[in-house]
């Protein structure tokens, strides 16, 4: 397996505390790959667009939660 592929996760099947795991994981990455880019030693540039990408997947099931929650 390459280095940072990552098996796929069904963020349906997740608990909300592993919701909120995996969302700030992916924050943290998104920071520090920034820091990365600005001092031209980011070696995957498509590594911030993955994990603004893991974040939106995170936010959108916990929405769906939430919705699904108020709706009884």
Avoid: C, H
Avoid at 29 to 46: C, D, H, M, P, Y
């Amino acid at each position: 397996m390459a280095k940072g592929k990552t098996k796929k996760v069904s963020y349906a099947e997740l608990t909300d505390a592993e919701l909120d795991k995996v969302y700030k994981e992916a924050k943290k990455a998104i920071q520090e790959a920034r820091f990365q880019a600005a001092t031209g030693s980011l070696k995957n540039v498509k590594l911030i667009r993955q994990k603004k990408k893991e974040v939106a997947r995170v936010l959108t099931e916990k929405r769906k939660r939430e919705l699904a929650q108020q709706a009884g």
